[in-house]
């Protein structure tokens, strides 16, 4: 199956500051998704997001299939954007209600 | 619209006993898919649901099972529970499993003494 790759593990920012996180796929991927688990676990879906761009507030996303790879932008960071962002897929041509994820990006927005 | 609820939300059991966990999907989508998060192994996939019939499995022991009844609301069984077995258990719901965004309940918290 696929590997999911996300980059950087770790991040911390200024209220107010920007950030781009990355995932890396392994193979070829169906339904790329962008998820936000807040402090309480609550798992949250920010994007469904298989090629091109989206936008949504201060949140976009950019998936370059062919180059297996997504960017998730978040500009003017606050501290509600605190919690871990997976990224997800399934393998392409496979079952397709089965999301692999990556370990995450957790980040820390300080006030 | 209601989103995906999932029950009990908290659930603390003893080595050897079985647990039921319920997840009612949002209404009108038809796949259920049920996932496993830990600190060490991160979120990874049990099974789906779809239309009753289970579509596909994860790499995992048959203590595990499920079902889905014809409302599309789904279960989850675990057998002999093992203290390995704590985690929080999420249930995502979606139009039709594939192609469609899924959406996540709160999920359980499964303690094991």
């Known amino acids: 199956g696929i590997q999911v790759e996300q980059s950087p593990p770790d991040l911390i920012l200024q209220e107010g500051a920007n950030s781009t996180l990355r995932c890396n796929f392994s193979d070829s991927v169906n339904n790329l998704q962008w998820f936000h688990q807040n402090p309480w676990g609550q798992l949250i879906n920010l994007f469904y997001?298989?090629?091109g761009t989206k936008q949504n507030g201060r949140l976009s996303a950019t998936t370059v299939a062919t180059e297996r790879y997504s960017l998730l932008y978040i500009s003017s960071s606050q501290t509600t954007d605190s919690g871990v962002y997976f990224c997800a897929g399934t393998n392409y041509g496979g079952s397709q209600g089965n999301l692999i994820f990556g370990k995450g990006t957790k980040l820390s927005v300080k006030p | 619209k209601a989103g995906v609820t999932q029950t009990p939300r908290y659930l603390i059991k003893t080595r050897g006993q079985q647990v039921t966990l319920s997840c009612s999907p949002i209404s009108g989508h038809r796949s259920v898919s049920w996932y496993q998060q830990t600190p060490g192994q991160g979120l990874q996939f049990l099974f789906e649901?779809?239309?009753?019939?289970?579509?596909n499995k994860g790499n995992f022991p048959g203590r595990f099972s499920g079902r889905q009844f014809s409302n599309s609301r789904s279960e989850m069984n675990v057998s002999t529970l093992e203290l390995g077995d704590s985690a929080l258990y999420l249930c995502a719901s979606s139009y039709s499993g594939g192609f469609t965004p899924q959406h996540f309940g709160d999920g359980t918290r499964l303690s094991i003494l």
């Open positions: 997001i298989p090629s």
């Open positions: 649901y779809f239309s009753e019939t289970q579509r």
